[in-house]
């Protein structure tokens, strides 16, 4: 027997062989060292310089071992901001839109592509760097050229240019009067652009190749009526209509009337929607068609334009009282006018008088208004449910006496008198509404208004001798 803990030639071999297994292991695991020196050693280069790894390209064009500069440069050369812009609304069988540009200020994001393009194996831990660094110079990494617009330009061609191609706007359900029937004719959904979404839609623009036409998709949505065939179903009776006469031989005048009727004419207020006169009739421009007519101003009859809209506005105002619309702006004028009673008329001024009131009723009114004939007419239609018993009590002082003025004018012949102006009485003036409903009465005090007089005035010529002097001097002068 061998004496114990002897070693023998299969132990020497044993020892032996894992001698070699260490020498082995040692070896690989310097090997592997020294490989991952040399590959931190390369990622810190990398890491450090300012160069696109091998292999990355913007939109096609090779960046790669560029430094930051030069890639700069070369994408520059290489790739212009496209030329057109096509506008393309999915759905629409309307053609694209193909607007420059330079509309909506189109630009390539170079800098921010070559920022990309330099990220490309230097994110993550080392491993995930070396990997994508691989994988760019076997495969090629492509990054796509975002580009840019300036939102409002961009907004200003959504909101003009393309719903001009693309919209197909809402249609209101209306009313018409036709042989003292109302006809009524039914509402339309359209299309709209939805400019928001639209906006959207830049946040994604890239450029995959360089090119010469830019396609931006835009966004389409339903545009809904405002008012139905289903509000208007209610409408069927008169609540209140009201006239008021005018001379129509006063030409511009009367041109001015019937554009501010046809303004109001067919206007319908859901309950609890305003009305104003100002904003519907809008501003009174020459270049809207309206003509100088004769206005008040500090008291003193004037030529301006628009003159003569008031009387439309006042006939509406009595018609509005009558059929129960609660008044949230009215103003009188400063004198009383011939064309209404003290107290019932509605000065307007744009931008600074206007006539406002509130439909404060369970269902929706129709307002008709025309000018015609020497007659301006508004009529206020609703539910027969809605109609009350209203009526206008008005109570008024005595007349101020407006007057005489006496103007000397030399144009006339000795003793001529010419009446230009008439005189107009003062009053103080409260008006109330009284509304019977359900066996009651409810009294309303509209308003308390003061007018002042205006006098009569009258242009009369020179006393003969003073004419006859003012002649004489004159053959005089002409014979120096």
């Not at 360089?210 to 609540?239: G, Q, Y």
Request: positive net charge; contains cysteine; glycine residues 8%.
């Amino acid at each position: 027997m061998r004496p114990s803990g002897e070693g023998g030639p299969e132990t020497t071999s044993s020892v032996r062989n894992g001698a070699s297994h260490r020498a082995a292991l040692a070896v690989v695991a310097c090997s592997l060292a020294v490989v991952a020196g040399l590959a931190a050693g390369a990622d810190l280069f990398v890491q450090r310089s300012n160069v696109v790894v091998p292999g990355v390209s913007v939109a096609g064009i090779p960046l790669g071992g560029l430094r930051k500069q030069d890639a700069l440069a070369r994408l520059e050369k290489t790739c212009a901001a496209p030329s057109v812009v096509r506008l393309i609304a999915a759905g629409s069988q309307k053609p694209p839109l193909n607007i420059p540009s330079r509309d909506v200020h189109l630009t390539v994001e170079a800098d921010q592509a070559v920022r990309d393009a330099l990220r490309v194996g230097r994110e993550g831990w080392v491993g995930e760097r070396l990997l994508e660094r691989w994988r760019a110079q076997r495969e090629g990494v492509d990054i796509p050229l975002r580009l840019s617009v300036a939102p409002a330009a961009l907004k200003w061609v959504l909101e003009n240019s393309a719903a001009n191609r693309f919209a197909s706007p809402a249609v209101d359900a209306g009313i018409m009067v036709r042989a003292g029937q109302l006809v009524k004719t039914p509402e339309r959904v359209g299309t709209a652009v939805d400019v928001e979404a639209s906006l959207k839609q830049v946040a994604a623009l890239a450029l995959e190749r360089p090119a010469e036409v830019l396609e931006l998709p835009i966004v389409l949505r339903r545009d809904l009526p405002s008012i139905t065939l289903t509000d208007l179903e209610p409408i069927d009776s008169v609540l209140a209509a009201q006239t008021t006469v005018y001379n129509s031989y006063e030409r511009d005048r009367t041109h001015n009337l019937k554009l501010a009727a046809r303004a109001v004419d067919g206007v319908i207020l859901k309950p609890g929607a305003e009305f104003s006169y100002n904003r519907t009739v809008g501003p009174r421009a020459k270049s809207l068609g309206f003509r100088d007519a004769p206005i008040f101003v500090n008291g003193q009859i004037e030529p301006g334009t628009g003159g003569g809209i008031c009387q439309i506005s006042s006939t509406l105002y009595q018609a509005a009282l009558l059929a129960g619309m609660q008044i949230r702006q009215r103003s009188h004028h400063s004198m009383a006018v011939r064309y209404a009673s003290p107290g019932l008329d509605a000065t307007v001024s744009y931008g600074v008088l206007d006539l406002k009131f509130v439909n404060p009723l369970k269902n929706p009114v129709f307002i008709k208004v025309e000018a015609e004939g020497g007659r301006a007419r508004a009529t206020i239609y609703g539910a027969s449910s809605d109609r009350r018993k209203i009526r206008i009590e008005r109570t008024v002082s005595k007349p101020v006496p407006y007057g005489t003025k006496t103007i000397l004018d030399p144009s006339l012949p000795p003793g001529a008198r010419k009446v230009v102006d008439k005189g107009v009485n003062g009053y103080t003036v409260v008006v109330r509404r009284v509304i019977e409903e359900n066996g009651r009465q409810r009294v309303e005090t509209i308003s308390r208004d003061r007018y002042r007089p205006h006098p009569v005035v009258i242009r009369v010529g020179p006393p003969a001798a003073a004419r006859s002097a003012a002649v004489a001097s004159a053959a005089s002068a002409a014979g120096d």
